[in-house]
C-alpha cells in the first residue's frame, strides 16, 4: 500500500492492491442517539466517501435501526470497515448486502423537468416507459416519483437532463432479503 495524493482531500487516500468495488453494507444498530454518528465517523475517518445512506427505525420493540450504506473500496478495506463496525457496541449485527445472492435493492427518486412543447411529451413518453409516476403537474414542470435499482433511475435521470432536469432528491439505497429469511 502506498499513500499518494490522489484528490484534494483532507482524509488520507491511499491506494491499495486490488480493485475497488462498490459495495452494500447494512448494520442493525440499537436505536439511541449518536449511534449513526459512530457509523458514519468510522466509516469516514478511513477517507471512505458515503454514497448513499438510510437510516430507520424497523423494530420497536427491539429498539432496532437499520442503516444502509452504499460505499467503494478494495475487499480488504471493506472487510476491515465490516470487522470494525461489527465491534462497535451499538452495531448488532452487519451484512454484506452485495454479497447476498437473494437481497433485493431499492431506491426513490423524486425527479422535477421543466419543459414544454415536444419536450414536455417526451417526458411524458418517458416516465411512462420507466413506470416513473407524475405526482406534481403544472402547465410548466412534472415532479415524477420512480422506484428501482439505481441503475434504472440513473437511466431516468440522465434521459431527463436534455428536457429539463431542474432538481432531485433520492431516498439512498434500500435492501432487504427475498423468502422467509430476516436480518
Avoid at 449513526?36 to 429498539?63: F, Q
Avoid at 467503494?72 to 451484512?95: H, M, N, S
Avoid at 441503475?151 to 435492501?175: C, H, Q, W, Y
Wanted: aromatic letters at 4%.
Amino acid at each position: 500500500m502506498t499513500a499518494e495524493p490522489l484528490s484534494q482531500s483532507v482524509y488520507p487516500v491511499t491506494r491499495e492492491e486490488g480493485a475497488e468495488a462498490e459495495v452494500i453494507l447494512a448494520a442493525i444498530v440499537d436505536n439511541e442517539p449518536g449511534v449513526l454518528a459512530r457509523v458514519v465517523g468510522l466509516i469516514s475517518a478511513r477517507g471512505y466517501n458515503i454514497e448513499s445512506l438510510t437510516v430507520a427505525e424497523t423494530d420497536v420493540e427491539k429498539h432496532a435501526s437499520r442503516i444502509t450504506i452504499v460505499t467503494r473500496g478494495t475487499p480488504a478495506k471493506i472487510e476491515q470497515i465490516k470487522l470494525q463496525l461489527g465491534r462497535l457496541v451499538p452495531v448488532r449485527r452487519v451484512i454484506d448486502v452485495t454479497s447476498e445472492a437473494d437481497a433485493l435493492e431499492r431506491e426513490l427518486a423524486l425527479v422535477k423537468v421543466v419543459g414544454s412543447g415536444e419536450d414536455r411529451i417526451e417526458s411524458m413518453r418517458l416516465a411512462e416507459i420507466f413506470r416513473a409516476r407524475p405526482i406534481d403537474t403544472t402547465h410548466s414542470s412534472f415532479v415524477f416519483e420512480i422506484t428501482g435499482a439505481r441503475d434504472k433511475i440513473n437511466a431516468f435521470i440522465d434521459l431527463m437532463r436534455p428536457l429539463g432536469l431542474k432538481e432531485i432528491s433520492r431516498t439512498g439505497v434500500l435492501s432487504i432479503r427475498r423468502g422467509v429469511e430476516s436480518d
